[in-house]
């Protein structure tokens, strides 16, 4: 079964031309399957994780707090490790994780360097973003860039990747502090005629603000049926 292996590669031949030789010379009009199959490898192995993000690439978390290795190593400008940002037991979502991912500042870095710019567009590209290096990186270095063109061909995994791996596999402790769940400023509670419930709000800029949220709330605290 699946079970039996680390990486499962399906190749596809009906409708692709793929170049076969491994010389390098793929042309414009195929896809060098060598290239291809070191790019995959490398992202069942190493560069995967678990960060979902909303269809507005507002909000950005990981499913019930689950990280990847690599995911511990994702880093703001900051340099801390975001995941950090959902620390409270009570949420695995935030928006400073959707930010972070979109905000084209994101990086793979240890506690003590940046190993290399991560893929961070905005908007998001599920499937692509993340997990991919900034495309500006050229050279043995650009095998994880986030497309792979017809005549694109790199059989050479770069000091970046080299790196990452070695990270992983040794389960480096070396991994940056986590950032803190800033995003929450305060709460406040809610008293209604019929409920009350307490409210974590992000970022509101001012008390006319909290104001005003709180008069919505209010609302259906006093027609809520039951105690949320």
Request: hydrophobic content about 40%; aromatic content about 12%; overall charge negative.
């Given at each position: 079964?699946?079970?039996?292996?680390?990486?499962?590669?399906?190749?596809?031949?009906?409708?692709?031309?793929?170049?076969?030789?491994?010389?390098?010379?793929?042309?414009?009009?195929?896809?060098?399957?060598?290239?291809?199959?070191?790019?995959?490898?490398?992202?069942?192995?190493?560069?995967?994780?678990?960060?979902?993000?909303?269809?507005?690439?507002?909000?950005?978390?990981?499913?019930?707090?689950?990280?990847?290795?690599?995911?511990?190593?994702?880093?703001?400008?900051?340099?801390?490790?975001?995941?950090?940002?959902?620390?409270?037991?009570?949420?695995?979502?935030?928006?400073?994780?959707?930010?972070?991912?979109?905000?084209?500042?994101?990086?793979?870095?240890?506690?003590?360097?940046?190993?290399?710019?991560?893929?961070?567009?905005?908007?998001?590209?599920?499937?692509?973003?993340?997990?991919?290096?900034?495309?500006?990186?050229?050279?043995?270095?650009?095998?994880?860039?986030?497309?792979?063109?017809?005549?694109?061909?790199?059989?050479?995994?770069?000091q970046f990747?080299?790196?990452?791996?070695?990270?992983?596999?040794?389960?480096?402790?070396?991994?940056?502090?986590?950032?803190?769940?800033?995003?929450?400023?305060?709460?406040?509670?809610?008293?209604?005629?019929?409920?009350?419930?307490?409210?974590?709000y992000v970022?509101?800029?001012?008390?006319?603000?909290?104001?005003?949220?709180?008069?919505?709330?209010?609302?259906?605290?006093?027609?809520?049926?039951?105690?949320?």
């Open positions: 079964g699946d079970a039996a292996y680390d990486v499962l590669l399906t190749i596809y031949t009906a409708g692709i031309n793929w170049y076969l030789t491994t010389d390098g010379g793929a042309g414009n009009d195929a896809y060098d399957l060598a290239t291809f199959v070191i790019h995959y490898t490398l992202h069942a192995l190493f560069f995967s994780g678990l960060i979902q993000v909303d269809a507005q690439a507002v909000w950005g978390g990981f499913p019930e707090g689950k990280k990847a290795s690599f995911d511990l190593y994702l880093t703001s400008p900051e340099g801390c490790a975001i995941y950090g940002y959902t620390v409270n037991p009570n949420s695995t979502i935030n928006a400073q994780i959707g930010a972070a991912v979109t905000g084209s500042n994101l990086s793979f870095s240890t506690v003590n360097a940046k190993i290399v710019d991560l893929y961070a567009p905005s908007p998001y590209e599920k499937g692509i973003s993340v997990y991919h290096y900034d495309p500006l990186y050229q050279g043995a270095d650009n095998i994880m860039q986030p497309e792979i063109p017809m005549g694109f061909t790199q059989h050479t995994i770069g990747a080299t790196t990452i791996m070695n990270l992983i596999l040794n389960k480096s402790a070396d991994t940056p502090n986590p950032c803190g769940p800033t995003d929450v400023a305060e709460t406040f509670t809610v008293k209604g005629a019929a409920s009350t419930f307490r409210v974590a970022n509101l800029p001012g008390t006319n603000y909290q104001t005003a949220v709180e008069y919505a709330l209010l609302e259906i605290a006093d027609v809520f049926p039951s105690t949320i």
